[in-house]
């Protein structure tokens, strides 16, 4: 339809230019630029070139629509049957309908980051160019969604033939910019970036179709090139006359002018590097980035050229989404070889960059790469979430190949679904913990790890550590000096990368007391602040920690408590929601369930296997999902329900004369609360979900906070490091120390060895050294004695 | 003969014609013809061949690894071009070929792109010598009965014949013997057929030479053989990182290839964008010259289950009839290998047993995270002085695939386990772990003296024990890890028990003291004919790929023993030692050809698991220090 010949070309394409002055085919080109033509409406500013729009060689030339009656049309008609050559794009009704999208798109449901302040019951791009004039920066980004929602037609042209329809584009603003604001000075005219095409988002899916399309991708940068200064125009300069002329480079060639034109000269021109013109240039590589990938096989890597104010934009490591023209090169011809491979050479030339991690540094609290979801695949997962049994469903989905331990599943469930965060920081507390910590501890070999492999695995930010292997500097960030540019770049460690996800660690007891002291922060404030090699600040790190710790004797000993058994510091534990211990519990039906559990699962078939249990796939796409659309509030029967449960277990405790809950564990209460709404996608947080979080913190704490002496439950294990009755002991040998020596009267020193022994005598309970120096060093607390060497002195 | 025409066919006839209808059909007759009767042994395959005798544009196999897989690349599958005879325009097909002909018309409309993606292939890494031997045998008796073979190949195929005609009944006997003769080259030369094809080339073109400045990026040090850049056009999806292949393709090794990327004139490097996107090792990388890394055009890939030639191939009706015919012959050859690991190993019997059931051992499953079927043995209390060295030679001598890592502190340190991604060339720089299916991995924490682990020493241990505890490697992709899970047998010979985790120790007590190990273990092992050692591969190989179930009725039993096990000893009878039981089970009723688990099986395997219990338990009271 659009094939001519040569010779219709070139009588159109003289016909245009008489038609229409401010068609493409002027724009931009570097002859226009030099010699400084204003064209009409745009005042003086001049035109930048668009090398990510590709070279000016291929300006588009005009094709007439063939007639059905062949007339010759007229100089009217002409201009509306125009269109791009090659193309189906009429530039006059592209720049219409453009114009018209401008001055009309209203997105009432906007919530991007960037529309922040913007009215949005008003024309978004008219606001958008307000500011232009304002801030002076001629960038004008465009949601190639919008394009969509508003003239399909113009959105389905702007994805085909970008090359063609950018340029049209940037007229059609600069025409209106300039109109409404006739007095703007711009350092040069706007340049419209459209983003977010929806055509390709994989680079996997990327194909020879896609040559010369505009596309978005994902990935993650992995190198940058320095920069590359390329020859837009070489400036030529006669050595015998002076007369000099410019020569526009093309395809990657200049055609250096044989014969001066001035002086008839031959081979008297040189190329004056310094008046030629030149525009920035960067080579960046995008690798795919890990989550897109199928597994089994390397991630893809693409190579992006950045133009101009975008070089420099990116660094390597960082996540980015990119909308840019997909091109494609044929190698380049050798003169002396008529063979040449017939490969092309592939690249993107960028038209914009979105960093899709840049959130994670600044705390914008929105999740930009929300996982899209199909009608179906919602309405699958809102049937699964209308069943009643849906949380067992669930948890025995969880890590199937694990047995039983129900509860700690159902804790991880909901550890996995997270609470509702809240924002305080206006009353001054800042952000309120959403995140729910769980601490696995028991016998090695009751299968902690393989929960943490597992939960590894099923959750896109996850991270897992062991604390072995594990630094401080791993964990939190570092920084490193690039061996290239000398730059210090911050280099994330494991807890800043699992920011909205989770971050397994296991042998969390091994690890050094320098790294764990990081975790205070981490687990409590939720971020990180570093201060090193010049560098200071505070990273979020949203980050649920689910740790996994062994205890101290190899076996877990019955008789002594938590603290005791894992050695752990007690400000580190009662960070922790849950704590649960993993132990055998030796009963012979628990034993015969197990074993029938093993042996099937190593005969049982594929298919058997999915039978029984829920798809991974299906509960990675739950969570997601209440995680991003479902956000739990407490309704008042529920709080009342809390504000009880809170004040029994406070009662519990005073009966005794402790003190069995601090506000740390309602805090708990609420977040499995509210994770347990979450998994019945209910937005309001119910009876039943605070009767569940008051059962499975309970369940946890008679596993983690039964005074082995007492047998009952006692949170000041976990919250000071020793029970009340330990300390109520503690108290009791001090005081019969006291009294013994008092009785004994005035003795100003004794022999250390001697007390110990008639306190030994004196006392019915055994006691032992650790017992006795106890004592004395509360006696020395209260200044009644010192201990210097192997002498007590009374004071 | 017939092979030979299919190429002509294909390649210059099939130009001319654009209908991409002809593509589909060539790839129905490729197949259709391979599946016939030992027709894919009439083809030479670059792994047996030296490439100078390869005939450029002809079809050959290459038995490989997949080591990396490089960016899809968009090629001319159509262009327009200048018949230089007739002058006219003509089309000509891009497909299956590297070069275009003539000068192409960039212009003409009449282009088609399409796509293709290049994978980095190396022969299967630690391919035992006998494995590679008894292809190339088989391969060099076929080929010279098809009359294809032009002059100067017929020549060094003649040369070859006489040699086969004359040495293969006399001198394979004492050669397996005279090989293990020569262990101090573990590599190397004893074997007198591949140098019989090595040494002509090294006179052209030296490859071992070459590929140490232009590194082959072979996983294990020490390899040799071809590596090869395969161009696939169809199924991508459906292969993977290190999958094993048998690839049929079009050799190609035309010249250009390597000139186009060597001359490179810097003035024109700054003005073309397209040049200097490329760094030169990435160029290296991507595009070495074709006479080292010749680039293989694939037709058809056969995904290998195994790579023991002495084994039917492929899932046939053939594959089935020898499977039936060889179970019969299973308990029998049990017996026999049983005895003959038990002299191997100084004559612990039940150590024998672990180390068959090692063996045959294969991930078969993997459940979530778990991998089912892992059985990494810990042999300990190995005498020092070599002695492991013999056993994994012992061990190579059975499995088609094998690799022993030294674990001195030198090598943990230094040496690179994990693949890493290098960015700057674009490629995946392999590492020792990167292993096909079923490779045997013996490691020998012997040679571990005591000493400090630097940081990428405590990586390659951890490196080690995920790949024993989970099955898998992560690859370091410097700012993120990929996980890719693997297949590997993993024995542990050690002193004492080892710092790697195990599924299974057994303490070593021999019941012999040679006086002289060397002369034990050589004299052991020329006493086997290679018929039976033969027998012995096919076993090992065939049971780990029998089919295997638990009637409901065993469950049962199983559930029984499990509960009154836990009843007499709650202590130390846990869910762990269950897995390992029916591990145990699972491969001791395999190993007897018994493709379901009988009572019987069950009670063998907790009685071989409650012998070496005792002796754990002994040794731990021996030493009680030991944790």
Redesign the interface.
């Known amino acids: 339809m659009f094939f001519v010949t040569a010779l219709d070309n070139n009588i159109y394409f003289l016909l245009l230019s008489i038609v229409d002055m401010s068609s493409p085919l002027m724009y931009g080109t570097p002859s226009s630029r030099v010699e400084g033509t204003p064209r009409s409406g745009v005042g003086g500013t001049p035109a930048r070139q668009r090398p990510d729009l590709g070279s000016i060689r291929k300006a588009p030339q005009v094709d007439l629509h063939s007639d059905a009656d062949g007339a010759v049309a007229s100089e009217q008609a002409l201009g509306q049957k125009l269109v791009i050559w090659g193309t189906d794009v009429n530039v006059g009704t592209c720049k219409e309908k453009f114009q018209r999208f401008l001055q009309r798109f209203i997105d009432p449901t906007s919530n991007e980051d960037e529309n922040a302040g913007l009215d949005l019951n008003e024309p978004l791009y008219m606001q958008k160019l307000e500011e232009i004039s304002v801030v002076g920066e001629p960038v004008l980004n465009v949601n190639c969604s919008h394009v969509q929602s508003f003239d399909a037609d113009l959105y389905r042209q702007l994805i085909s033939y970008p090359q063609e329809v950018i340029p049209t584009f940037d007229m059609a603003v600069n025409e209106l910019f300039f109109e409404r604001f006739p007095d703007s000075i711009l350092e040069h005219q706007i340049q419209v970036r459209p983003y977010n095409a929806l055509k390709t988002r994989n680079m996997r899916s990327?194909?020879?179709e896609d040559?010369d399309q505009m596309i978005t991708i994902s990935g993650?940068v992995?190198?940058t090139s320095q920069l590359?200064p390329?020859?837009q125009e070489a400036f030529f300069q006669c050595q015998v006359c002076a007369f000099s002329t410019c020569v526009e480079?093309d395809r990657?060639?200049?055609a250096e002018p044989a014969v001066c034109r001035n002086c008839n000269t031959t081979h008297s021109l040189a190329l004056i590097h310094n008046r030629s013109a030149f525009s920035d240039?960067q080579?960046i590589?995008v690798?795919e980035s890990?989550d897109d990938?199928?597994?089994?096989?390397?991630?893809?890597?693409?190579?992006v050229?950045a133009h101009n104010d975008l070089v420099d934009k990116v660094q390597?490591?960082d996540r980015i989404n990119i909308t840019g023209i997909y091109r494609?090169?044929?190698?380049?011809?050798?003169p002396r070889?008529?063979?040449?491979?017939?490969?092309?050479?592939?690249?993107i030339d960028v038209i914009h960059f979105r960093k899709t991690d840049e959130k994670r540094l600044h705390g914008l609290d929105e999740d930009s790469d929300q996982k899209l979801f199909t009608e179906e695949r919602v309405q699958i997962l809102k049937e699964l979430a209308s069943k009643p049994d849906v949380y067992d469903r669930l948890s025995s989905a969880l890590?199937?190949?694990i047995?039983e331990h129900e509860d700690i599943k159902k804790g991880i469930l909901l550890q996995l679904f997270g609470g509702t965060r809240k924002d305080f920081s206006q009353t001054g507390r800042g952000n309120f913990r959403a995140e729910v910590n769980i601490l696995l501890c028991g016998d090695p070999?009751?299968?902690k790890?393989?929960l943490l492999?597992?939960v590894f695995?099923l959750v896109p930010r996850g991270q897992y550590t062991?604390g072995k292997?594990s630094s401080a500097v791993g964990l939190t960030a570092y920084v490193m000096k690039d061996p290239e540019t000398k730059q210090l770049v911050l280099q994330t460690g494991a807890l800043v990368l699992s920011d909205n996800g989770i971050c397994c660690i296991d042998e969390f007891d091994k690890m050094s007391d320098s790294t764990r002291s990081v975790l205070h922060e981490v687990m409590e404030q939720q971020t990180l602040s570093i201060a090193k090699a010049g560098i200071i600040c505070q990273l979020n790190a949203r980050t649920s920690v689910l740790a996994a710790a062994n205890p101290v004797e190899?076996q877990w000993n019955p008789k002594k408590t938590t603290i005791e058994n894992i050695q752990l510091p007690h400000t580190l534990l009662s960070r922790f929601d849950l704590i649960f211990l993993m132990l055998?519990p030796?009963d012979?039906a628990y034993?015969?369930r197990?074993?029938?559990h093993?042996?099937?699962?190593?005969?049982q078939s594929?298919e058997q296997?999915e039978e029984e249990f829920l798809d991974?796939a299906v509960l990675k796409d739950y969570i997601a999902y209440a995680r991003t659309y479902i956000n739990p509030r407490l309704n008042e029967e529920a709080s009342q329900a809390l504000i009880e449960a809170y004040v029994d277990m406070r009662k519990i405790g005073s009966g005794r004369g402790m003190v069995s809950a601090y506000p740390r564990q309602l805090e708990s209460l609420i977040r499995l609360a509210e994770a347990h709404a979450k998994v019945r996608f209910s937005d309001k947080v119910e009876t039943i979900d605070v009767e569940e979080a008051k059962r499975l913190h309970r369940e946890a704490l008679k596993q983690s906070a039964t005074d082995p002496r007492t047998g009952f439950v006692d949170i000041s294990i976990i919250t000071t490091g020793m029970s009340a009755t330990a300390r109520k002991r503690k108290e009791e040998v001090a005081q019969a120390l006291k009294k013994m020596i008092q009785s004994k009267g005035k003795t100003p020193a004794m022999k250390y060895q001697q007390l110990f022994d008639d306190l030994r005598g004196q006392s019915e309970a055994a006691i032992t050294k650790d017992m006795f120096e106890e004592a004395l060093r509360a006696l020395a607390d209260e200044d009644y004695l010192t201990v210097t060497g192997k002498t007590v002195r009374l004071l | 003969m017939r092979m030979w025409f299919v190429c002509r066919f294909c390649c210059p006839a099939a130009q001319s014609n654009s209908n991409p209808e002809w593509e589909a059909k060539v790839l129905e007759y490729f197949k259709g013809q391979l599946r016939e009767k030992e027709s894919h042994s009439w083809v030479p395959s670059l792994n047996d061949v030296p490439l100078h005798y390869l005939k450029p544009n002809s079809l050959v196999k290459f038995r490989c690894l997949v080591q990396d897989m490089f960016d899809p690349e968009f090629y001319m599958g159509v262009y327009e071009t200048v018949d230089p005879s007739t002058k006219a325009n003509v089309l000509r097909c891009g497909k299956y070929k590297d070069v275009t002909e003539c000068g192409v018309d960039l212009n003409s409309r009449n282009t088609v792109t399409a796509e293709r993606q290049t994978f980095y292939c190396v022969p299967i890494p630690g391919e035992s010598p006998w494995a590679k031997e008894i292809s190339f045998l088989s391969a060099a008796r076929v080929v010279p009965s098809t009359s294809y073979v032009p002059s100067r190949q017929k020549r060094s195929y003649e040369e070859d014949d006489d040699d086969m005609d004359t040495q293969p009944q006399k001198q394979r006997e004492p050669h397996t013997g005279g090989k293990f003769g020569t262990v101090n080259e573990p590599h190397g030369n004893g074997d007198s057929k591949r140098q019989e094809t090595e040494a002509p080339s090294s006179q052209t073109t030296a490859p071992s030479d070459c590929s140490s400045h232009l590194d082959l990026n072979f996983p294990l040090p020490g390899e040799r053989g071809p590596a090869c850049l395969v161009k696939v056009y169809e199924g991508l999806d459906s292969f993977k990182l290190n999958d094993t292949l048998e690839i049929y393709g079009i050799l190609s090794v035309n010249p250009v290839l390597t000139v186009l990327g060597e001359e490179k004139d810097p003035s024109l490097l700054l003005l073309n964008p397209t040049e200097s996107m490329e760094t030169p090792e990435e160029q290296r990388a991507h595009d070495p010259p074709a006479s080292l890394v010749p680039r293989l055009h694939m037709l058809y890939a056969r995904p290998l289950q195994h790579n023991n030639p002495l084994l039917p191939s492929a899932p046939t009706e053939d594959q089935s009839a020898f499977v039936s015919s060889f179970l019969v012959e299973m308990a029998s050859v049990r017996a026999e290998l049983l005895a003959y690991l038990t002299h191997v190993l100084l004559g612990d019997g039940l150590a024998a047993e672990y180390l068959l059931l090692h063996l045959i051992s294969n991930v078969y499953t993997r459940r979530d995270v778990l991998p089912l079927g892992k059985f990494t043995l810990n042999l300990s209390g190995c005498p020092l002085n070599s002695y492991t060295e013999r056993l994994y030679q012992i061990v190579q001598q059975l499995v088609p695939c094998s690799y022993r890592l030294s674990m001195s502190l030198h090598t943990m340190n230094s040496m690179r386990l994990v693949p890493k991604k290098d960015y700057v060339a674009n490629r995946l720089v392999s590492g020792a772990l990167q292993l096909a299916r079923n490779t045997s991995l013996f490691l020998d924490e012997t040679q571990l003296e005591q000493g400090q682990l630097d940081s990428s020493g405590v990586r390659n241990i951890t490196a080690l024990g995920n790949l024993i505890s989970w099955q898998k490697v992560d690859y370091d992709f410097s700012y993120h890890q990929m996980e890719f899970p693997c297949n590997i047998n993993v024995l542990v010979t050690s002193e004492g028990r080892s710092l790697l985790p195990s599924d299974c120790q057994v303490p070593l007590q021999p019941q012999v003291t040679p006086p002289n190990m060397e002369e034990y273990l050589t004299t052991i092992h020329m006493a086997q004919f290679t018929s039976q050692i033969n027998k012995f591969r096919v076993y090992l190989s065939l049971a780990r790929t029998l089919d295997y179930s638990i009637s409901d009725e065993v469950t049962k039993a199983v559930e029984d023993d499990f509960v009154d096990m836990r009843k007499d000893d709650p202590q130390s009878v846990t869910a762990e030692d269950l897995h390992r039981m029916l591990v145990v089970a699972r491969l001791l009723s395999l190993s007897l050809g018994q493709t379901t688990l009988s009572r019987d099986g069950w009670m063998r395997a907790k009685h071989i698991d409650m012998l070496r219990r005792s002796r754990t338990e002994q040794q731990k009271s021996l030493n009680g220090n030991e944790p």
Do not use: C, F
């Open positions: 990327l194909n020879p040559i993650m992995i190198r590359i390329e020859m480079v990657g060639r200049i240039k080579m590589k690798q890990p990938m199928p597994a089994g096989q390397t991630p893809h890597t693409t190579i050229y390597p490591g494609a090169v044929p190698m380049r011809e050798n070889q008529s063979n040449v491979k017939s490969v092309y050479k592939t690249h890590a199937p190949s047995y070999g009751t299968s790890s393989q492999q597992y695995n062991s292997g190899s055998d030796q012979e034993d015969r197990l074993a029938h093993l042996v099937a699962l190593y005969y594929e296997i991974m």
